[in-house]
């Protein structure tokens, strides 16, 4: 049977594992908490830097998309400006289309604008009776492009470049 001592032996034993492992445990308990929180924060932070990102590409693109819209606004407002002096003087004039170009090219809000051109719908029955309407308004050289026989053309009888893009065009 065991003895007093052998208990109290064992006993000393058992308390002596119970430090040796809280000896190893709390310091690694103390480590993977310290794990934890640091994961948590890098991972919090993480997102909020991702959100941020996203907030302002969201800002850049809302952005970008207004001076699109605005951009094509302006240009719809060129055209309208065009398609309203043609219904004015009743006739499609080079000299007048030429002093409206000028009068924009003026204008901040239209700068960046190349060229304006204006299309005349042509049925192919009336493809020479056109081309040589355009020889009498002075263009010699006038001739639809591409060359070729359909049903119907749409050439450019009139273009007018801005001053800024005219070497650009050419």
Do not use: C
Not at 45 to 73: I, K, N, P
Not at 120 to 139: F, I, N, P, S, T
């Amino acid at each position: 049977q065991p003895g007093a001592g052998d208990v109290v032996r064992a006993a000393q034993r058992a308390s002596a594992a119970v430090n040796r492992l809280r000896l190893f445990l709390l310091p690694v308990l103390i480590l993977l908490a310290g794990f934890a929180v640091t994961f948590t924060l890098w991972h919090h932070e993480r997102q909020a830097s991702q959100r941020e990102l996203l907030s302002q590409f969201d800002h850049a693109m809302g952005d970008t998309v207004g001076r699109v819209e605005q951009r094509m606004a302006t240009y719809e407002e060129l055209l309208r400006g065009a398609q309203g002096l043609f219904i004015a003087s009743g006739s499609i004039d080079l000299n007048r289309f030429r002093d409206y170009i000028n009068a924009v090219n003026s204008d901040p809000n239209f700068a960046g604008v190349a060229s304006l051109g204006v299309v005349e719908w042509v049925r192919g029955a009336d493809y020479a009776q056109h081309v040589d309407a355009m020889h009498k308004l002075g263009m010699p050289n006038y001739a639809i492009k591409p060359a070729g026989v359909r049903d119907n053309y749409g050439p450019v009888i009139l273009r007018e470049r801005s001053e800024e893009h005219t070497s650009e065009l050419q």
